[in-house]
């Protein structure tokens, strides 16, 4: 499985957009990017999920380059109930096998 | 719709008793893993099933059992503990369909203390 490479934390404040970049060097042919969010307490929730360019849903945005080495979680306008660790998962599809890295810890400021 | 739900939500246990936890999905998914979380850290899979009456070993295995006898229910099984097993154990299940949104689906998780 590839391992992925994301930032320890990060700060915003309330209304930025925060993009969240992981390296996946290893990345194989037949692997997604996911990424799932985690608030203090609870389980991770999925967040988003794609192989390349740009998938959009009603929560977030990936953004995959044609090389697909590295992956972009934008979230825009963010609120308090943001703060979360985010973590990015590279595995075939189906896997069940996910690895979690120790993910990116967002604090959103007021 | 519950979801999935575990039980219990927190546990104080000695060292070398025996402890199940338990978790239990009405989504009727396939599949079901068995995680632990400890401070600061990311999950890390300890057993899976990818279908009712099969169980396979994830990333730390060691000193856990599992058992798969039906769909829904997924117990998780600690025969003798130590404090090394202090942590939060979540279980997920996903349906293991196919296709490219595989999505697992978190519990609450289980707060054990082994003391």
């Known amino acids: 499985l590839a391992k992925t490479t994301q930032p320890i934390s990060m700060d915003s404040y309330e209304g930025q957009e925060v993009n969240i970049t992981c390296s996946h060097n290893?990345?194989?042919?037949?692997?997604?990017i996911t990424w799932y969010q985690q608030f203090p307490s609870q389980g991770p929730r999925f967040i988003i999920q794609g192989y390349k360019t740009k998938v959009t849903n009603e929560v977030a945005s990936l953004f995959i380059p044609a090389d697909r080495k590295s992956s972009t979680l934008s979230l825009p306008r963010v609120s308090l109930s943001d703060t979360a660790v985010y973590y990015c998962l590279v595995a075939p599809d189906s896997s069940y096998k996910l690895i979690f890295g120790s993910g990116t810890r967002l604090l959103v400021r007021p | 719709i519950a979801g999935i739900t575990q039980a219990p939500t927190s546990q104080i246990l000695a060292a070398g008793r025996r402890m199940t936890l338990r978790c239990t999905q009405d989504?009727?998914?396939?599949?079901m893993y068995w995680y632990r979380q400890d401070l600061g850290l990311g999950l890390r899979l300890i057993h899976y099933s990818n279908t009712a009456g099969t169980t396979g070993k994830g990333e730390v295995p060691d000193g856990y059992s599992v058992s798969r006898a039906n769909t829904d229910d997924f117990p998780l099984t600690l025969a003798s503990a130590v404090p090394s097993q202090t942590s939060v154990y979540f279980c997920?299940?996903?349906?293991?369909?196919?296709?490219?949104?595989?999505?697992?689906?978190f519990g609450p998780g289980t707060r054990l203390t082994v003391l």
């Open positions: 989504m009727r998914h396939n599949a």
């Open positions: 290893n990345i194989a042919t037949n692997d997604y």
């Open positions: 997920a299940s996903s349906e293991l369909a196919g296709g490219d949104t595989d999505t697992q689906y």
